[in-house]
């Protein structure tokens, strides 16, 4: 039965509210005769932290104003329904205050959400200064009422209405305060959103319950047997593994339909048994048997059969179904930022590797992207719709390796889950899976490695069954691994088995005008992110850029960028705040780099022109057109000057009219 949890700060509210849930209860049946009214549990919390919907097993939880807010980050996949404060709940407040001394003064109403239209309204019919101040639904600590009650303050405000956490700071600071209650227009509104809510999220919560148990235990061949090992019941999928004619299997012992020496050994066991492996001629069968009980007397037994790689087919569909793990590449090619003939002849490569199966070795410094080339190559291959595993061997502590690469039996080790646990390669089975600094595997665990990838197979501790599976792996590392074959720290035919195909991508210091173009991107997205404003980079800042030599490579950059979005104020990031960051030399004319690009074509069309024109628009302005000072700036003589003004159509009255 579905449920909806309602919470409230305070023993009167709870009583107010259970008022008004009988009441709304009543009117709901009266208007909706069919439906069932989903019971209402209120709870009494005043912090988010402290709700538990798992124990209520709540589809819906329903809350105001801040408590909401938080409620909604901490379980993003529960609906929160949130109380919506009205006109009638601000006006309220509002004459509570003006009855306590507060008539002339204005008030702020602080953590009430989006309540322009309610707060217009009540100012025009009680002649009353409001302002609202608030989280803008993005709380920045549990504390948060109380700092804007601080910000209220600081900005002259003696009145204030809200929640029962801020009425208790104003109160015990000596300030007036008001609690805006939610009437009853504010409840019944929230009441009838979650009821539909709720209804529906239960159906849906009950179909997806329904869709696991189906996949993970109806499994395609089902045999039900007597006591007697005769078959009763067979379907036609059973008959198509075992390749027989269920019509004419009623009644015959099971060992002569299957004499298989394993199977004779599990079907004489008095006990249950899942997920058992036995070959059936060139197939692998999974065998499941339980038995089959009225009461306490036993009837037979149910016994499920299912080809192997169809049950790992399964297992995939119910992962990507249910999305508990997001085993999923993010990435694409295209969000690839660069325009570099070396880039793109490395985007090629991958590309090709990406059709074809064979193990890859990507190699690059740290922050290239190798990660996102992997992914990419797993988005572009055949195995897109299949689990892509990313696995950071350098962040795994080595008594752990093992168990996370291949998984284990519950209850196989000290501190290991009852119900055991898949490893990398099983979750990764049917996909890819991305071993990132795979020089880190210690060389224990590189010949059990070396084996998955030439048997197919894995076998989990504490476990005697061998589970195959199916894996493209591609690897990556910013050693280079022959030194540490020479070494005898990284096996050769392991080194040769991972490396069938190897991609160099290039360092950023190699790519030229990509600078640029990842820079405007960073930027932007930490403009919108940080600034709310539009920032961008001058044509000197620009120049910096390109000087630096990025031994961090893209990472280095994004951490710049940022650094500099965060630290802007005028809209523009001048030369200096890079230099600052970057510790370059601000004196000194420095050439720039020149570097290949594929013609005139492409995001890449004239980077290295744009900011060289830039540049020497900026000289002139700063030099007053003197061409000598200018060209000296620039590090040039003045005929270089003046036929790269030629070249870019500059004039000095072009320059004044800028």
Not at 32 to 49: F, L
Not at 324 to 330: S, Y
Not at 514 to 523: E, G, K, N, S
């Amino acid at each position: 039965m579905a449920k909806i949890l309602y919470v409230v700060p305070s023993e009167k509210l709870k009583r107010d509210l259970s008022r008004s849930i009988l009441e709304h209860r009543r009117y709901y049946n009266l208007i909706y005769p069919k439906r069932e009214y989903i019971d209402v549990d209120v709870t009494i919390r005043t912090s988010a932290d402290l709700v538990d919907y798992e124990e209520c097993n709540a589809d819906v939880i329903v809350a105001r104003g801040l408590l909401a807010t938080i409620l909604k980050k901490m379980h993003p996949s529960i609906p929160v329904v949130e109380a919506p404060v009205t006109m009638t709940d601000i006006m309220g407040a509002v004459m509570d205050l003006q009855k306590t001394g507060a008539e002339k003064v204005p008030i702020a109403l602080i953590g009430l959400g989006m309540v322009f239209h309610q707060v217009k309204a009540v100012e025009e019919l009680l002649d009353v200064e409001l302002v609202t101040i608030d989280y803008l639904h993005q709380p920045r600590s549990p504390d948060i009422i109380k700092e804007l009650l601080d910000e209220a303050v600081s900005r002259g405000f003696r009145a204030f209405a809200g929640g029962a956490t801020l009425v208790r700071h104003a109160v015990e600071r000596g300030y007036l305060a008001a609690f805006v209650d939610s009437g009853d227009e504010s409840k019944w509104l929230a009441l009838n959103e979650a009821q539909h809510i709720a209804a529906t999220r239960r159906r849906e919560r009950e179909r997806s319950v329904r869709y696991e148990t189906i996949l993970n235990h109806s499994l395609e061949g089902i045999i039900t047997t007597d006591t007697e090992k005769r078959i009763i019941q067979i379907n036609s999928a059973a008959g198509r593994i075992l390749g027989v004619d269920p019509a004419d299997a009623g009644g015959i012992r099971i060992e002569k339909l299957i004499p298989e020496p394993k199977f004779m050994f599990l079907l004489g066991k008095d006990r249950d048994y899942v997920n058992e492996i036995f070959k059936l001629g060139r197939k692998r069968i999974v065998l499941n048997k339980v038995s089959a009980s009225l009461g306490k007397e036993n009837i037979g037994s149910v016994i499920t059969f299912q080809d192997a790689s169809n049950v790992q087919s399964a297992e995939i569909k119910i992962r990507s179904e249910l999305h508990r793990r997001g085993l999923v590449a993010k990435y694409s090619f295209a969000d690839i930022i660069g325009a570099s003939l070396v880039l793109e002849r490395a985007i090629e490569t991958a590309r090709t590797f990406a059709r074809v199966p064979s193990n890859v070795l990507l190699v690059g410094e740290t922050g290239t992207g190798k990660e996102l080339f992997a992914q990419s190559m797993h988005i572009e291959s055949p195995r897109k719709d299949a689990p892509f595993v990313a696995v950071n061997c350098a962040a795994i502590p080595e008594n752990l390796m093992e168990s996370e690469f291949f998984g284990y039996k519950g209850g196989a080790f000290t501190g290991a889950s009852k119900e055991g646990r898949m490893g990398f390669f099983e979750l990764a089975h049917g996909g890819t899976i991305f071993l990132d600094e795979v020089s880190e595997i210690p060389l224990k665990l590189q010949s059990k490695l070396l084996r998955v990838i030439q048997e197919g197979e894995i076998m989990r501790i504490g476990h005697d069954k061998i589970i195959p599976v199916n894996v493209r792996i591609i690897c990556a590392s910013n050693r280079d691994l022959k030194p540490l074959v020479r070494e005898g720290l990284f096996r050769e035919d392991l080194f040769y088995r991972l490396a069938v195909l190897q991609l160099r991508l290039p360092p950023l210091r190699e790519r030229g005008e990509d600078i640029i173009l990842l820079a405007r991107h960073f930027v932007g997205q930490y403009s919108s992110i940080f600034a709310n404003r539009s920032v961008g980079l001058s044509p000197q800042a620009k120049r910096r850029l390109m000087e630096y030599p990025w031994d961090g490579n893209i990472r280095e950059l994004r951490n710049i960028c940022e650094q500099l979005v965060v630290l802007n104020k005028s809209g523009s990031i001048g030369p200096k705040e890079v230099a600052t960051l970057l510790a370059l030399e601000m004196t000194g004319p420095v050439s720039l780099p020149q570097v290949k690009t594929r013609g005139a074509s492409g995001p890449a069309k004239g980077i290295l022109q744009e900011v060289e024109r830039d540049l020497i628009i900026s000289s002139l302005e700063k030099n007053d057109f003197n061409k000598t000072r200018t060209a000296r700036t620039l590090g040039m003589n003045r005929s270089t000057l003046w036929r790269k003004m030629k070249e870019y159509g500059i004039s000095c009255d072009m320059v004044i009219e800028r």
